[in-house]
């Protein structure tokens, strides 16, 4: 069993900054691939950005790409997301997700992930 518990949501205004962060239970989390998800209202969730075990290999959605920076630190079993240059469009709530799979690159798909958090809402003003 994987638990899943983010932190760092809240209010910002348009071109700020946030932290993210998502800390896991389970022992082998280091061999996980993490991924963060948003959901706006009345839309799907999306997918945003992934990082392999290692952590050396990253995957952005084009939306967030140059502005949005994943890590990881398996040591402390918590994975981060640096958002920077916050634009309106970015307000949504923000998921960790797990996937315990074997792939050759990261899942976009929230169907294929196995464990997720409860969420932190991320509001940016214009």
């Known amino acids: 069993q994987v638990q899943l518990v983010e932190s760092g949501g809240g209010l910002v205004r348009a071109g700020g900054s946030l932290r993210l962060s998502c800390a896991a239970s389970g022992r082998t989390f280091s061999t996980y691939t993490m991924a963060w998800f948003r959901q706006a209202p009345g839309k799907e969730r999306e997918f945003v950005v992934a990082?392999?075990?290692?952590?050396?290999?990253?995957y952005y959605a084009d939306s967030v790409k140059g502005r949005f920076t994943i890590s990881r630190d398996n040591a402390k079993n918590t994975v981060y997301l640096q958002m920077n240059s916050l634009k309106f469009e970015d307000t949504a709530v923000y998921y960790c997700a797990a996937d315990l799979g074997i792939r050759i690159t990261p899942a976009r798909k929230p169907s294929l992930y196995d464990y997720w958090g409860q969420g932190t809402q991320v509001t940016v003003s214009s």
């Open positions: 990082i392999r075990w290692s952590g050396g290999n990253t």
